[in-house]
């Protein structure tokens, strides 16, 4: 099994930007990977993954335009991209390992801790 580490969460004024990572380590770095988040009393949504190769990306409506996925292989490491900010961003946002196409919470084998993103208005 993989584990994931977040990192660059934080306070953000409304329009402004934040770049999180997630650092892998343990079985390969071959996974499709994935970014969720889960805002104080809903549940956990799916924002945007990216496959294997790094050639192709998902994006949830809510993020479509502003968010950014991406990895290094190399690294061992995803990143995501987040631009536009708005209080509604206001989550924590966890990565996410999957077994097949990283867009669903069923299909997700590991879990980082999650790393906190507060967007003031």
């Known amino acids: 099994q993989v584990q994931l580490v977040e990192s660059g969460g934080g306070l953000v004024q409304a329009g402004g930007s934040l770049r999180l990572s997630c650092a892998a380590s343990?079985?390969?770095?071959?996974?499709?990977m994935g970014w969720f988040r889960q805002a104080p009393g809903k549940q956990r949504e799916f924002a945007a993954s990216i496959n294997r190769s790094g050639g192709s990306t998902y994006y949830a409506d809510t993020v479509k335009g502003r968010f950014t996925i991406s990895r290094d292989n190399a690294k061992n490491t995803v990143y995501l991209q987040m631009n536009s900010l708005t209080p509604e961003d206001t989550a924590v946002y966890y990565c996410a390992a999957c077994r097949s196409p990283c867009n669903s919470w069923l299909t997700v084998d590991s879990w980082g801790q999650g790393t906190q993103v507060t967007v003031s208005s």
């Open positions: 343990g079985r390969t770095f071959s996974s499709p």
